[in-house]
């Protein structure tokens, strides 16, 4: 994060009632728009409207459910991070559906949550596939890979037509409005930004046109409560050949999901050493719910994550009160009708806001870190390919079923080229280097040349490499051995002609110094 962004409320703060009604109801707008994936899915099956109210109820309620259960520290990542339906999950979901049907769809989800909560278990080795410069790559995707749904709702595209000059107007000033009062000095204006860029949005639609207030009386002909009835549509099927393009989805989910906790632990400052872990093993656990109860696939939110940084409340009290209210809105037959009537170009706005601090993330991500050629290969080939599936589809239409799954969205196709060629070009990386004081004097330029080869952070490096020619400084050092471990540690020994005294402390106490005749051992936690 750059420097000065903190939350105003964090963590583990109280926030006062009407700052959390408020800040719900801009996560629930935001959330929105993923809740068309379930009528996605319902139309490409040729569900009717009663079907597609189901789908969504029991979407709201398994997202509920999850993100409840991501708010607390034990049972998920103790963070505010809504589980929405996810887009990685749409085109494996779209041929579950159509081949089998929702039972097909509903056990293959099941399967792809357990899978998820075993592959939890062994976080301890996602530093090695899963690098800052990699979950970088991967928040910087998901700006490319939404352009394809933003975009049209901003402009007010109807089946890939052209834009509409209304609803255009209507996006431009909803997210206008919303970016200038974001950058307002007063809190409450940065708190409630998107709420009122919304209202702004809806009046501006109203006198546009693009939105008829007649449309709000068809709300007195549907029921208050109901109970969404899975008799008859909720049972479960598997089949095997569809593990290949489920897994897809669930790596991509969990490459999402590493890049939103890693944000949030940036952010807050108030990650644990079991925070990925366990936040992981309650997304698994959430897509299982969602397909056991007859819901879609469902993942970490971006959108919120960005208006998490956007807002600056980042209490997990915002969590368990939204949770409870998306399992409130399943049994509120008028939430999925609400769905329909939200202009669209407001969505679209409010989307492109929210992404836009998730993606300057990705950026920042990535220029943290110091990167030798390899692994600036690793960075721009992966976005290149993503944004190759967007703006040439037609390249993979040719391609079997499975392998254009690869090619489906940007994310997919990038998310699963950075993975693979950040783990093909580290092979052959010495993770062992030795400095000769007698040798060479620049001490400074060799801990850099470490750095890039081991992609480490700039700044830390920069801190590293001051405090070892401090440590030098306190006597005649003869060598110097550095060994990096891929599972998050750097460590120094430095060994002098004679025995040394006092040597300097590590700045900032991250980190272990141990001094044994005239051999001084460091080691730093890396970040």
């Known amino acids: 994060m750059a ?11 109280r926030v006062p009632l009407g700052t959390t009604v408020l800040t719900i109801l801009q996560h629930f707008f935001v959330l929105a728009v993923y809740m068309t994936y379930p009528v996605i ?21 398994g997202s509920g459910i999850a993100t409840i259960l991501q708010s607390f520290a034990k049972t998920g990542a103790g963070y505010l991070l809504p589980m929405v ?16 049907g929702l039972p097909l769809l509903y056990g293959m989800l099941i399967i792809s949550g357990l899978f998820e909560m075993v592959i939890s278990r062994f976080t301890k080795f996602f530093r090695i596939v899963f690098p800052n410069e990699v979950t970088g790559v991967v928040l910087f995707l998901l700006g490319i890979a939404i352009v394809p749904f933003a975009f049209p709702l901003f402009f007010g595209s109807v089946d890939a037509g052209p834009l509409d000059p209304a609803s255009t107007v209507v996006g431009i000033i909803t997210l206008s409005a919303t970016i200038l009062l974001s950058v307002i000095p007063k809190r409450f204006f940065k708190f ?23 449309t709000l009386f068809e709300i007195t002909s549907l029921s208050v409560f109901w109970i969404p009835n899975p008799i008859g549509i909720v049972s479960y099927s598997f089949d095997f050949a569809l593990l290949i393009p489920f897994t897809i989805a669930m790596i991509c989910v969990m490459l999402k999901s590493v890049g939103n906790i890693s944000l949030l632990n940036a952010y807050t400052k108030e990650g644990e050493k079991n925070t990925l872990k366990n936040g992981l093993m309650s997304e698994g656990a959430g897509v299982a719910i969602a397909g056991a109860l007859g819901g879609v696939g469902i993942g970490s939110s971006s959108g919120a994550t960005g208006l998490v940084v956007g807002t600056g409340i980042a209490a997990k009290r915002i969590g368990l009160g939204l949770g409870f209210f998306l399992i409130l809105c399943g049994f509120l037959p008028a939430i999925g009708w609400v769905f329909h009537i939200l202009p669209k170009p407001i969505l679209g706005a409010t989307l492109l806001y929210a992404v836009t601090f998730v993606m300057v993330t990705g950026i920042q991500s990535i220029s943290s870190r110091m990167l030798d050629p390899r692994r600036k290969f690793v960075v721009i080939l992966p976005i290149l390919i993503g944004v190759s599936s967007a703006v040439c589809p037609y390249l993979y239409e040719g391609l079997p079923k499975t392998l254009a799954l690869f090619f489906a969205s940007p994310l997919t196709s990038g998310s699963m080229a950075v993975l693979v060629l950040g783990l093909v070009l580290k092979i052959g990386i010495r993770k062992h280097r030795s400095f000769d004081f007698s040798k060479d004097a620049n001490l400074q330029k060799f801990l850099f040349e470490c750095g890039r080869q081991w992609t480490l952070d700039r700044m830390q490096v920069l801190s590293i490499a001051n405090h070892l020619q401090s440590v030098a400084n306190a006597g005649e050092p003869e060598r110097l051995e550095m060994r990096f471990e891929s599972i998050g540690m750097l460590r120094a020994e430095m060994v002098f002609k004679g025995p040394v005294g006092d040597v300097p402390k590590i700045s900032g106490g991250r980190g272990n110094l141990e001094v044994q005749g005239r051999v001084v051992r460091a080691s730093y936690p890396l970040m």
Do not use: C, Q, W
């Open 3 to 13: 420097e000065g962004d903190e939350p105003i409320y964090n963590v583990n703060d």
């Open 41 to 61: 899915i319902s139309n490409a099956i040729g569900g009717s409207t009663d079907l597609t109210m189901f789908l969504i109820s029991a979407t709201l309620i």
């Open 85 to 100: 339906p996810n887009s990685s999950y749409l085109p494996a979901s779209l041929l579950a559906a159509t081949a089998g």
């Open 192 to 214: 409630y930004a998107i709420l009122i860029g919304i209202v702004i949005g809806m009046a501006a639609s109203v006198f546009l046109g693009v939105f008829r207030l007649e």
